[in-house]
């Protein structure tokens, strides 16, 4: 399989508890994105990576999110002292190309539930 | 101001027959990209199709076309010969030329369509 590859699928967590996401984005793309989509609305971007630099952060991003991408190869998305609040679907995806028609491949997601 | 409005909240269409979905964008940039997304109930966002602002002719990819008006601002998605595996949710997106970043492209809300058989 080529495509966007995430991991897991599902996570049920406490309220408090860590918990880390796993993208592995296609190997030729260099730019890698993470959002993130409530019930009812489109994806909202959260951060970007151009190969191993993670150039850009959105202010949904608060400090209790950290993003990585060692290498410039896979991608983890942590999320230290969970709330309720971050229940979502965490999307992954990533790209080629020039900016205006960067066409983004995204994976199936990680279901965050915070209990 | 919203730069996605998708006002279809669902949308249910007979099988084998077409279905116009409705696509506005807000925007004074020259240069922007539209595209279409759709996502499964498996969760999966998987590219459909692509506008560029500049393009004189209305992008086509299989059955899915693009009736692009760019005067306006809309982006509508057509659907033709609508199969059961088409019951999704359908996203309008956009990207800004004139922003450098990695934040500028802009998701609608979605319509879900449900193919009936």
């Known amino acids: 399989d080529t495509g966007v590859s995430q991991n897991p699928r599902h996570k049920i967590t406490k309220r408090g508890q860590n918990v880390t996401f796993r993208c592995d984005p296609i190997s030729e793309h260099n730019r890698l994105y993470w959002y993130r989509q409530t019930l009812g609305q489109g994806p909202e971007f959260l951060t970007y990576f151009q190969n191993e630099a993670q150039l850009e952060k959105s202010r949904l991003l608060s400090d209790r999110f950290s993003a990585e991408r060692p290498k410039g190869s896979f991608s983890t998305l942590e999320i230290q002292r969970t709330e309720q609040g971050d229940s979502a679907m965490y999307l992954c995806a990533s790209s080629f190309g020039d900016r205006v028609n960067e066409k983004l491949f995204f994976g199936s997601g990680t279901q965050l539930s915070v209990l | 101001a919203q730069k996605i409005t998708q006002t279809q909240p669902g949308m249910f269409v007979q099988e084998k027959e077409a279905v116009t979905l409705d696509c506005t964008y807000d925007t004074s940039d020259p240069s922007y990209g539209l595209f279409w997304y759709k996502q499964p109930s498996s969760g999966e966002m998987i590219f459909l199709i692509y506008q560029g602002s500049y393009d004189q002719q209305n992008a086509t990819e299989g059955r899915y076309s693009l009736n692009f008006q760019k005067a306006r601002k809309s982006a509508n998605l057509v659907i033709s010969a609508s199969q059961l595996g088409d019951s999704a949710m359908y996203f309008c997106?956009?990207?800004?030329?004139?922003?450098?970043?990695?934040?500028?492209?802009?998701f609608g809300t979605g319509t879900r369509l449900t193919v009936i058989p």
């Open positions: 997106a956009m990207r800004e030329g004139r922003f450098d970043g990695a934040n500028n492209l802009f």
